[in-house]
């Protein structure tokens, strides 16, 4: 079983940068693929990346592409999102999820944290 939880969301100004983390317990952290989702209210939760396991692959919602990478560490059993140039519609919570194949869709996540809150400001 894996335990996740998001740090790092907060209140930003549009164009600003943040940088969320997401900490995994469970000695088989390394195996699994990581994904970030996200959920506007009202909005159906979304594909925003995933990572391999290894860090060697990741994949973008093109609506993120060029301006979010995420990274992980598997060391510290602990995945990044950088978040640039944000824009007012990238506020939402956003969700880590590990995947025990590498997917794009919210249904092959077995686990999930709770959330962090980002809220870009126009």
């Known amino acids: 079983q894996v335990q996740l939880v998001e740090s790092g969301g907060g209140l930003v100004q549009a164009g600003g940068s943040l940088r969320l983390s997401c900490a995994a317990s469970?000695?088989?952290?390394?195996?699994?693929?990581m994904g970030w989702f996200r959920q506007a209210p009202g909005k159906e939760r979304e594909f925003v990346v995933a990572i391999s396991w290894s860090g060697g692959s990741t994949w973008y919602a093109d609506s993120v592409k060029g301006r979010f990478t995420m990274s992980r560490d598997n060391a510290k059993n602990t995945v990044y999102l950088q978040m640039n140039s944000l824009k007012p519609e990238d506020t939402a919570v956003y969700y880590c999820?590990?995947?025990?194949?590498?997917?794009?869709?919210?249904?092959?996540?077995?686990?999930w944290g709770q959330g962090t809150q980002v809220t870009v400001s126009s």
């Open positions: 469970g000695r088989t952290f390394s195996s699994y693929a």
């Open positions: 999820a590990s995947s025990r194949v590498k997917a794009t869709t919210r249904y092959e996540y077995d686990y």
